[in-house]
């Protein structure tokens, strides 16, 4: 049954987005979250747009998308099969 889940939850973010190919038997969903885009003005440093990207991580692909409204417009994915992760020191 947790299989099931598992792949009833990738289905449910394919629909959400509106793509045709998420769905894959060995494909699980880690975590969502936010990353918020600001375009500054150079004169005055306010915000002058900001655009919000909904990104979905999975055991082998970075997916994300816009939100529009009630809706999401899909933006791009990376596959993360065959990379490795790498600690680095911060010098700062």
């Known amino acids: 049954i947790k299989q099931a889940e598992k792949l009833n939850q990738?289905?449910?973010i394919q629909e959400k987005l509106g793509v045709k190919d998420l769905v894959e038997p060995s494909r699980v969903f880690v975590r969502t979250?936010?990353?918020q885009l600001c375009h500054l003005d150079n004169s005055s440093m306010f915000k002058k747009d900001?655009?919000?990207y909904w990104f979905y991580l999975f055991n082998d692909l970075l997916v994300?998308?816009?939100r529009t409204g009630d809706s999401f417009r899909?933006?791009?994915r990376i596959s993360l099969?065959?990379?490795r992760l790498?600690?680095?020191v911060d010098v700062t």
Request: aromatic letters at 10%; proline letters at 0%; hydrophobic letters at 50%.
């Open 33 to 35: 979250g936010v990353l």
């Open 81 to 83: 099969v065959g990379m």
């Open 64 to 66: 994300w998308a816009e």
């Open 86 to 88: 790498k600690d680095i």
């Open 50 to 52: 900001v655009a919000n």
């Open 10 to 12: 990738v289905l449910r």
């Open 74 to 76: 899909y933006r791009g």
